[in-house]
């Protein structure tokens, strides 16, 4: 009983970390644009018909580094609802190391899923359990066959 317990609540985790990594790498712009908002960026919408030039000639699905009077701006354009992502430095380095914290938990999920299997495997011929040794039925006691 114990052992279908273990083996449900395995499949239990497997499919939720697939469940949210699949839907994490379906919507892998809606979760740039999130962490973009999160770490201070602003939301420009272009209002003349320049703006919206500049916009469509930059990039899509990268942050452009623009120099204008003197400072320095990180743009992630968003064309398809013509809108654009805006940040200083500080915004940018505090993207980067979001960038960076949430590629280090992808990385965590994917070890532990590469566990999960492994011992998903290891259990699927009975391993060293119940059966074996001096209390199992394999070796050991005297007359139990």
């Given at each position: ?38 770490s ?14 500049k ?7 990268h942050?452009?580094m ?7 701006f ?11 992502y ?8 505090a ?32 391993g ?18």
């Amino acid at each position: 009983m114990k052992q279908i317990r273990t083996s449900f609540n395995t499949i239990s985790v497997i499919a939720l970390l697939a469940l949210t990594a699949g839907c994490a790498t379906t919507s892998s712009t809606q979760n740039k644009e999130s962490m973009l908002v999160a770490s201070g960026f602003k939301v420009i919408t272009p209002k003349t018909a320049a703006q919206q030039q500049k916009l469509q000639q930059l990039p899509p699905g990268h942050v452009a580094m623009v120099h204008r009077q003197g400072r320095t701006f990180y743009i992630f354009p968003d064309a398809a609802h013509n809108q654009a992502y805006v940040g200083g430095p500080h915004e940018y380095q505090a993207y980067q190391q979001m960038v960076a914290a949430n590629h280090l938990a992808n990385e965590q999920l994917e070890t532990a899923q590469m566990y999960q299997d492994a011992e998903m495997q290891w259990g699927a011929w009975g391993g060293w359990g119940m059966g074996w040794g001096p209390m199992g039925m394999g070796v050991g006691r005297v007359g139990r066959f």
